[in-house]
């Protein structure tokens, strides 16, 4: 899949730009506040129906005006296609896909995958459960439409039981109805969670020790369920009465957590800054590979500022990985010039180099293969 191009409106502090890009390596430079990770966030918007940052729909939105259009044209098993995203203060979002709404946005998630690596991704080491609860879902989402249906489920009945909870509301009926719906998603989540983990960290494994160059470092991904038992919906109901002092659900899918190692060891304990670069860096190209091979296509892969904290030869390194015909199409974000030209130094074929200022793009350098 490629995003032959891109055009912006009013998308945080970018007023209006439009962008045709290389189907292989695109870079964009300039210093940290210029609008760099903005536009790789307008392109993951148009594939997740959010922003990576997590902010509220309507802080994407530029200040001092009233809406925001990101329309992305791509190439898409052989065909070409147009997503266009609109967000108007007061007002739902809409996603069209070739001129047509969808009623649903969930049923867009999958369609148009993106993997996104940034400095923000030393959370998913080292930050909340949460953290890589949301990085599971948002991955094993794009490749299972049941499980997202069933998570969806789930977190609805959730949200509905801790209301119970805090209201303290006692009927046994409403209960067991909410339990019920939960118990029926969690068999389609936690075994899609366990397999999928199981998947990973064999990827995850061999990108490390390509990127760090040595073998005898052995990380590590497992799966650590937030309830063990034979029977999800029989749990909830024995942990009723400690909820209810707790005024939430104590178990359950909510609660589940992936426990990364290096070396036998906690990586969030133990690991160099380096090695967690490393290791979260692995994790970003081993969840491409997942999503290549589960969806069928070749998802965008954004690298926003992920060279920081690494030394050249670990930089080197990955370029070569992610310029090899098993990648797509690359977008990187840098605040360093020379880092950038090493970069496109060590590529062969079609670039291009954006000098990126105040939300303003300008096109510095390209080759065509």
Not at 22 to 49: E, Q, R, T, V, Y
Not at 208 to 225: C, K, L, M, N, T
Not at 341 to 364: C, H, M, P, Q, Y
Request: aromatic share 8%; proline share 4%; charged share 30%.
């Amino acid at each position: 899949m490629q995003l032959r191009s891109l055009t912006v409106s009013n998308f945080k502090n970018i007023s209006g730009a439009t962008l045709d890009f290389s189907p292989k390596i695109n870079c964009f430079l300039g210093d940290n506040g210029m609008g760099k990770s903005n536009l790789l966030d307008a392109i993951h918007f148009l594939s997740f129906c959010r922003s990576f940052t997590g902010v509220p729909d309507s802080l994407v939105v530029k200040n001092t005006e009233d809406f925001m259009i990101a329309k992305g044209i791509y190439r898409r098993r052989d065909t070409d296609e147009e997503l266009l995203m609109a967000i108007q203060k007061g007002k739902r979002k809409s996603l069209k896909r070739g001129g047509k709404e969808y009623s649903r946005l969930s049923e867009h998630i999958g369609l148009f995958p993106v993997v996104l690596a940034s400095p923000a991704d030393t959370e998913l080491a080292k930050g909340p459960s949460e953290e890589r609860r949301r990085w599971m879902d948002m991955v094993i989402s794009q490749e299972n439409r049941p499980y997202l249906e069933a998570l969806i489920r789930y977190s609805n009945s959730l949200r509905q039981r801790n209301r119970l909870l805090r209201d303290g509301i006692s009927d046994p009926s409403l209960y067991g109805a909410i339990e019920m719906q939960m118990a029926m998603a969690e068999k389609i989540i936690t075994p899609a969670r366990k397999i999928w983990t199981l998947r990973l960290t064999e990827r995850v494994g061999h990108y490390y020790r390509e990127i760090a160059g040595d073998v005898s470092e052995a990380p590590v991904i497992g799966y650590r369920a937030g309830y063990t038992g034979e029977s999800f919906e029989r749990a909830l109901g024995e942990n009723r009465r400690r909820d209810e002092f707790m005024r939430h659900t104590t178990v359950g899918p909510h609660r589940d957590d992936i426990e990364m190692e290096l070396n036998g060891m906690p990586l969030r304990r133990t690991a160099s800054q380096g090695q967690t670069k490393t290791f979260t860096t692995a994790l970003r190209l081993a969840q491409y590979d997942f999503l290549r091979e589960s969806c069928g296509i070749k998802p965008l892969l954004l690298l926003d500022d992920i060279f920081d904290k690494l030394d050249s030869n670990r930089v080197e390194k990955i370029m070569k990985l992610v310029t090899s015909p098993d990648f797509g199409q690359i977008f990187i974000t840098d605040t360093n010039r020379k880092h950038l030209d090493d970069i496109i130094g060590l590529t062969e074929g079609d670039r291009r180099l954006w000098a990126v200022t105040n939300g303003n793009f300008s096109l510095i350098d390209s080759a065509a293969s």
